[in-house]
């Protein structure tokens, strides 16, 4: 099928590639010409792993172009999908990015005499593609709805794994206005074997946000529970978990084998979610609902766990380390997690803005976010970004882990002794073994652990 994607950012991207990786013609529509040439060229704006390959074998093939070029490709396309922004801004969802391109894509419309369908697939509040979206479309295409099609298709892809997420997903949800516009969409996934499931375009609007809200519930459930055993001697969170993961019910053995779900990597102590979807997206919903008069006090709460998360791993390392002026802080990952470069509502902004505000003097690593430039939420940040990760951590008075990428798994008690003087690990994801750590001469604290003074 021909179809035209409207953005090039983290979903707008992958969605086309993957559209053009299963045999759909495709066109990607940006707006920035040094990106669009970037990606014409093989090469994607963002980090997310297997992406560049992906890219080049599409553009190769000819499956996929990218263009600013939006009037003429939506004119010419079966299949018109938008993937645009939709941040929280002053806690209400903006459709500022959405309803421009809407406008676009209405004027293009009009230009075309087949049967086309526009698909939303930004993150949208229950009732915008029917009551903003469609209105829009048929104001400015001059057509009426059932001339053309309109779709609500969430999208379930995680950066760090978008390209596997995109091209083998475990479902796809296709809120429909009408029947005709659902099956025309559907035949773009003629190469996916998951369940499809049609649905209303709210009710498909709502399992995105039901989702998101879930597994942030049970990240802030977690957290809150790592708050009390922080207070109780004796008390490892890590292997609180480790306990509640081995209840067959969440672990359930099959074919004689236990098996651990995904889900589980969302029920561990860590210093909060961040990101583009889950902060956004919970306080999108929680407003939604609030002026509606539907109180959510459990969305609340895990909105306000999460904001104050990341100042836990701050207030550890107040714990151990005594005051913090002056001294050199090691942060280790700015991303919002591994395997990506977006630092969007990173845990790590907070947790850097806490301690410069405390007169710490701050040298950061990531392995990703400053590779080709940096980033616009770091810039006007007064702190040192390190080379390598050996640079951060030499003569810093403490490591303090907030993103678990695979790199830093090398680092080791010897790592710690060889570069610091008094060798402390604050463990934010607590992906380190803390008997390994303090066997070996490490000072190590961190989220779900009652925080201890160094031995003298
Ligand atoms: P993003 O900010 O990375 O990308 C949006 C892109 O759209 C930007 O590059 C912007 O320049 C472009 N754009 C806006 N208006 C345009 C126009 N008129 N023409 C061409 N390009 C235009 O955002 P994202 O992370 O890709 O998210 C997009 C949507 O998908 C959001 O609604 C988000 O909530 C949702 N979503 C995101 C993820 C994720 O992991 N990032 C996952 C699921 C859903």
């Known amino acids: 099928m021909k179809i035209t994607v409207i953005g ?11 559209f053009a990786e299963s ?12 990106k669009i040439l970037e990606i014409n060229g093989g090469r994607s704006p963002f980090f997310e792993p297997g992406l560049d390959e992906a890219i080049t074998r599409v553009i190769k093939n000819h499956r996929l172009s990218v263009s600013d070029e939006l009037d003429k490709y939506v004119a010419e396309c079966e299949i018109i999908v938008l993937a645009v922004g939709t941040p ?3 806690n209400k969802i903006d459709l500022s990015e959405l309803k421009e391109a809407c406008r676009a894509i209405g004027i293009g419309m ?16 229950p009732q915008t593609t029917q009551d903003v979206v469609l209105p829009i479309l048929e104001k400015f295409s ?6 053309f099609g309109l779709c609500m298709n969430p999208e379930f892809l995680r950066e760090g794994s978008a390209l596997i997420d995109a091209t083998k997903p475990d479902r796809i949800i296709i809120g429909q206005y009408d029947n005709k516009s659902g099956a025309t969409y559907a035949k773009a996934f003629h190469a996916n074997k998951c369940p499809i499931l049609f649905t209303t375009l709210t009710t498909a609007e709502m399992t995105k946000y039901v989702s998101n809200s879930l597994l942030s519930t049970l990240i802030s459930f977690s957290n809150e529970m790592s708050r009390i055993c922080e207070i109780i001697p004796g008390v490892d969170a890590v292997d609180v978990w480790e306990g509640l993961h081995l209840d067959g019910r969440l672990s359930p053995v099959i074919n004689g084998k236990k098996i651990y779900p995904g889900i589980l990597s969302y029920i561990r102590s860590g210093c909060g979610y961040g990101g583009s979807c889950f902060p956004k997206d919970t306080k999108a919903l929680y407003y939604f609902a609030q002026k509606r008069h ?13 904001t104050s998360q990341p100042l836990r791993l701050v207030s550890i390392l107040k714990d151990v380390l005594g005051s913090i002026d002056g001294k ?9 997690k591994p395997d990506t470069d977006d630092i969007r509502e990173s845990p790590a902004l907070t947790i850097i803005a806490t301690l410069l505000d405390l007169h710490a003097s701050v040298v950061c690593h990531d392995p990703q976010v400053y590779k080709h430039g940096i980033p616009m939420g770091l810039t006007g940040m007064n702190v040192q970004l ?8 030499q003569n810093s008075d403490a490591v303090v882990l907030v993103t678990s990428w695979n790199e830093y798994k090398l680092i080791t008690p010897r790592v710690l002794k060889k570069l610091m003087q008094k060798p402390l690990l604050i463990d934010g994801r607590r992906m380190f073994n803390k008997r390994l750590f303090e066997k070996n001469g490490v000072t190590y604290s961190g989220i779900g652990l009652k925080p201890q003074q160094p031995s003298l």
């Open 8 to 18: 090039t950012g983290y979903v707008g991207l992958v969605t086309a590639v993957s």
């Open 23 to 34: 045999g759909n013609d495709v066109v990607c529509i940006g707006r920035n010409k040094k």
């Open 88 to 90: 929280t801004v002053n």
């Open 110 to 125: 009009r230009k075309s005499d087949i049967y086309q369908v526009i698909v939303v697939k930004s993150t949208v509040v």
């Open 142 to 147: 001059r057509k009426r709805a059932h001339t």
């Open 294 to 306: 539907i109180k959510t006090p459990l969305l609340k709460s895990v909105i306000d766990i999460n």
């Open 328 to 336: 050199r802080i090691a942060v280790l990952g700015l991303a919002f």
């Open 386 to 393: 390190a080379p390598t990760l050996e640079r951060a951590i």
